[in-house]
T-cell receptor, first 114, second 113 residues
Framework: DAGVIQSPRHEVTEMGQEVTLRCKPISGHDYLFWYRQTMMRGLELLIYFNNNVPIDDSGMPEDRFSAKMPNASFSTLKIQPSEPRDSAVYFC????????????FGEGSRLTVL | GENVEQHPSTLSVQEGDSAVIKCTYSDSASNYFPWYKQELGKRPQLIIDIRSNVGEKKDQRIAVTLNKTAKHFSLHITETQPEDSAVYFCAAPYSGSARQLTFGSGTQLTVLP
């Protein structure tokens, strides 16, 4: 398996623009997580899905953020409109439903909002 | 939810020395404690984990110890090498469930040659 795949790897956009980040989890993993990483706040869980259903979105900072998982192999995180304070690295991670807790992270999407 | 505190935030050691990073957690129901390593510009990757039914686990030069009574766990790296330089994160389950993890704030370890 190629691991968790995220795109784009880097995105530079202007304030007010819509940003869409994409993630393909490892095949067979039924949990998918979106994390945001900044120097100030570290690794923050934004939302997670189980079997494509959003379970906990309490970490989503505000209504400008939304996430979807239309099927088991694809998820998106959307920011509309984007703001400079959204600049961060966004990681997608997946794990299986077995007792092991290992999270497999994607390489991240580095977002810069000017 | 879980509150995880990690110390120190930065740690410098001489090559060959040992490094210890400590974390405390708040939820006594937590039963799974992983450690992740993140090299500069890379993704976090699991390096070792421990479940609450054991007090210590070793894997070559790294070990993790768990004190459930005191609600703290530690990462020990012996015979440090330059390639150990990275940010290390501890984590604990959110609300006692391994489905979600709360991460510590991270420790930047620098191994000096």
């Amino acid at each position: 398996d190629a691991g968790v795949i995220q795109s784009p790897r880097h995105e530079v956009t202007e304030m007010g623009q819509e940003v869409t980040l994409r993630c393909k989890p490892i095949s067979g993993h039924d949990y998918l997580f979106w994390y945001r990483q900044t120097m100030m706040r570290g690794l923050e869980l934004l939302i997670y899905f189980n079997n494509n259903v959003p379970i906990d979105d309490s970490g989503m900072p505000e209504d400008r953020f939304s996430a979807k998982m239309p099927n088991a192999s694809f998820s998106t995180l959307k920011i509309q409109p984007s703001e400079p304070r959204d600049s961060a690295v966004y990681f997608c991670a997946s794990r299986g439903g077995t007792n092991t807790g290992e999270l497999f992270f994607g390489e991240g999407s580095r977002l810069t909002v000017l | 939810g879980e509150n995880v505190e990690q110390h120190p935030s930065t740690l410098s050691v001489q090559e060959g020395d040992s490094a210890v990073i400590k974390c405390t957690y708040s939820d006594s129901a937590s039963n799974y404690f992983p450690w992740y390593k993140q090299e500069l510009g890379k993704r976090p990757q699991l390096i070792i984990d421990i479940r609450s039914n054991v007090g210590e686990k070793k894997d070559q030069r790294i070990a993790v110890t768990l004190n459930k009574t005191a609600k703290h766990f530690s990462l020990h790296i012996t015979e440090t090498q330059p390639e150990d330089s990275a940010v290390y994160f501890c984590a604990a389950p959110y609300s006692g469930s391994a489905r979600q993890l709360t991460f510590g704030s991270g420790t930047q370890l620098t191994v000096l040659p």
